[in-house]
């Protein structure tokens, strides 16, 4: 790929020939919605590309793709525009915007949903709910389905159902090449293999099917909230309800300071806290038997417990989540925390300049049922989660908060396992795929990658490249 902004060589002529060439909207950084189509999520990111493709189908997308490398722009994919990690490529080269595919077929009597590329997590929700089905995937309904589903997809339900992969029944996907391609267990398995946590590496998805599960309609759910004081009592209790815990229950520590909203008391109010929270996605009449564990540690200076419907829960942190803020998360996975990391976590907390917080969320269930080399996804033994997650908006504190979170997950490094979860990622480069995926399946990534994508020409992401060394464009 030349080194020159793409921006300042396509031509007028070239964008009149891609507007000719697709029935979707094509806009040029001169055109007055330019800055309204480039905007991202994450407002940390301010990218300006050349040219901004929207297609209406899967043939459209294969029309923009080979613009693109007929003019050696670079290529970078928008489902949601909602990840942390962002468009991170150059400025110039083509945006291929897959808003306009949008759609949710639910198919009931075979419990399958199929999603176009530019669906959001809020639109499969709603058509399976229709159904009293689900499928897990994650927790603000304004994410892009491609997005979460080809990074793992972690949520409320993984480990009741699995993750988000774990229910993938097929992709369909556009290829460097401009081929249109099914990726199925029969079709294409070992693409299929890959697709399920380093999808972008390899096309654009134009389509999935999931599989869907009865549920719902409520999810019950409880917090607990404790004085920082007491996060070695609370994380030990914690630690050992996760480690037995019903696949119906997920539950997610917080460190975070207190608010008006927290329930603590108004002495508390700015100082760090430790939250317990849990969803319990069986049946009501389960729920105190299946949370009894969590109730063994101290006594919680607040508590709430309620059922609610899934869907309203699915969409309750859509506003806390709005677009224009700006983000910056790290994370890995972890066994344990040492009592000394727990200390340095509180302690980060308590002197942040942005909305952060640890989050510690218990994996297991039916996330670790499936056998460590069954999807690209890595780390399918590891006990946690760990992540270290800042919001603001002052873009003067963008470096601040950028180091903040990673001096956070520096503090648990002695605790890493295998694997770190992509989406939860929101640097990029060589080292942090080799964190993600681990070296084995790097190296097997690579080989797929050599087959499907030798040129690399889907490198704006947590990026594996066909020689299995250095990733290219981050």
Known sequence: M?????????APSDVDQLRRSIRGDVIASDDPGYDDARRLWNAIHDRRPAVIARPIDADEVATAVAFARDRDLEIQVRSGG??????????GGLVVDMSAMRGVDVDRARRIARVNGGSLLGELDVAAQAHGLVTPV??????????LTLGGGVGRLQRHFGLTIDNLVAVELVTADGRQVRASADDEPELFWGLRGAGWNFGIATAFEFRLHPFGPNLHRGLFLYPASQVHEVFDAFRDYARSA????AVI?????????SGAPEAMFGKPVVYVAYNHSGDAADVERDTAGLRRGPAPMAATTASQPYLDVQTAHDLLFAWGNRSFIRGTNADDVRPEALDELVGLVGSAQGDNTISITALGGAIGR?????TAYA?????FDLSADSSWTDPALDDVNIDW??????VIEADAVLGRYANGNADAGPEQSRLIFGDAKVARLAALKRAWDPDNVFHVNHNIAPAGGDAAGD
Do not use: F, I, Y
């Open 405 to 410: 979170c990673r001096r956070a997950v520096a």
């Open 246 to 249: 019903p696949d119906a229950v």
């Open 138 to 147: 994650g927790v603000v309904g304004h994410t892009g389905v491609a997005g």
């Open 370 to 374: 499936l056998p460590e080399d069954a």
């Open 253 to 261: 520590l917080n460190l975070d300071r207190a608010g008006e909203r």
């Open 82 to 91: 909602h990840s942390k990690v962002g468009l991170r490529g150059r400025d």
């Open 2 to 10: 030349p080194d020159a902004p793409a921006m300042d060589r396509l």
């Open 379 to 383: 780390g399918r033994s590891a006990a």
